[in-house]
């Protein structure tokens, strides 16, 4: 799986607005391939940010 897709699916499980590190933690990534997935989908637009620095998936 992609790291991207990682990150959505934990964000998606979390059911809650999470940072970065929290993302790294649940899926077991490096913190660096988290941040570089937060930047694609960030671009993408597949994911908003609710609240200063946690983010989550887009509706």
Not at 11 to 22: I, L, S, T, W, Y
Not at 35 to 45: C, I, N, P, R, S
Request: aromatic share 4%.
């Amino acid at each position: 799986m992609e790291a991207k897709e990682q990150v959505l699916k934990a964000m998606r499980e979390a059911g809650q607005p999470v940072n970065a590190g929290k993302v790294a933690e649940m899926t077991g990534l490096d913190r660096k391939i988290v941040d570089k997935a937060f930047e694609a989908l960030k671009k993408e637009g597949a994911i908003v940010s609710p609240v200063r620095c946690k983010w989550e998936p887009a509706k």
